[in-house]
């Protein structure tokens, strides 16, 4: 399984920016797939996962109204549109993949619970 992260730059507060998270080597029913995102000096936290077979989706309290996930099944994409830009948001932001067990779908946000990532994407939101 490879993740590929990109659309990540340099933004103003308040502007907008689109992730994507282009995914291979597999099908992906019934795995879970996020978003986390690391600022310098703190943990990498979760932002936003989906299940990749019902497409629902989860958000973290600080991203929700702002940030919205989403996929593309038959493109094997996953997308953070991300509006509202806050300063705060600068991070790299890393897609990852849980997979299911027993074929159903897990749900996490715990950044060691995943199994695979991407290599990151910086996104920068000056004020």
């Known amino acids: 399984v490879q993740l590929q992260a990109s659309g990540g730059g340099l933004v103003q507060a308040g502007e907008s920016l689109r992730l994507f998270c282009a995914a291979s080597?597999?099908?992906?029913?019934?795995?879970?797939m996020a978003w986390f995102r690391q600022a310098p000096g703190k943990e990498r936290e979760f932002v936003s996962g989906i299940n990749w077979s019902t497409g629902t989706a989860y958000a973290a309290d600080s991203v929700k109204g702002r940030f919205t996930i989403s996929r593309d099944n038959a493109k094997n994409t996953m997308f953070l549109q991300m509006n509202s830009l806050k300063p705060e948001d600068t991070a790299v932001y890393y897609c990852a993949a849980k997979a299911p067990k027993s074929g159903l779908t897990i749900l996490s946000r715990n950044k060691n619970e995943f199994d695979y990532w991407g290599q990151g994407t910086l996104v920068t939101v000056s004020s």
């Open positions: 080597g597999r099908t992906f029913s019934n795995y879970y």
